[in-house]
């Protein structure tokens, strides 16, 4: 990860869970492990795509309670897979497959919506995500936005089933610019063009710990 990124999601990161930790005497810590499906998709190169094959992922969440239907949430998946290079002006389909993982780590808000049992909720993060070759020829950091909804249904007051879906999107800055110009008057802009590779999904569920605060 570039120093920008890497400056921008630490300074995030303190900022939220310091919001979380100045609330922590008022409210819950849900603690959740899962297991699931990931639809890798496809990265567009510069001489051809890289094709990912789904796979299962997995991983865990840390969410500390704002209020009642409100969290601060931390979030590592992992998701393990292979993948072919198919280059834009070969006839040969497929190359040789490369295995490697995926790993994202987002902080985000999570808000439900209280209807007793059964809680409904949507999720927004940013974070990033880990690309490694299991060959070790080299890791890949990109800043990514995850959204995603889901719900949870509680057993008892501590424990719960929690099942969800997620978009994630890795972002990859192509350049910045920056210009003026003369007309009735003297005007400046910027811009930071992006694009998104790969556009990935994941379908998950597993159990939650709600440890309430004393």
Do not use: H
């Not at 409210?27 to 094959?53: S, V």
């Not at 808000?111 to 993060?125: A, D, H």
Request: hydrophobic share 40%.
């Amino acid at each position: 990860m570039n120093s920008k990124n890497s400056r921008l999601f630490l300074a995030m990161s303190l900022f939220i869970t310091g919001i979380g930790i100045q609330d922590l005497y008022a409210q819950a810590i849900e603690i959740n492990g899962f297991y699931g499906w990931q639809l890798n998709g496809k990265a567009k190169l510069y001489d051809g795509d890289f094709i990912m094959q789904n796979a299962p992922n997995y991983g865990g969440k840390l969410a500390i309670g704002l209020s009642t239907t409100t969290f601060v949430e931390m979030s590592y998946m992992r998701s393990d897979s292979e993948g072919y290079f198919k280059s834009y002006y070969s006839s040969v389909e497929f190359g040789e497959p490369i295995q490697y993982s995926s790993n994202y780590i987002t902080v985000g808000v999570l808000q439900e919506v209280n209807l007793g049992k059964i809680r409904p909720f949507g999720t927004f993060g940013m974070g990033t995500v880990i690309w490694a070759p299991k060959d070790y020829s080299g890791t890949k950091w990109q800043f990514q936005f995850t959204l995603g909804a889901g719900f949870k249904i509680w057993l008892t007051d501590n424990i719960g089933l929690r099942a969800q879906g997620s978009m994630m999107m890795p972002l990859v800055v192509n350049g910045l610019g920056f210009g003026c110009g003369i007309g009735s008057g003297v005007s400046c802009g910027g811009a930071v063009y992006t694009r998104i590779t790969p556009f990935q999904g994941e379908f998950s569920g597993g159990i939650i710990l709600r440890i309430p605060n004393i």
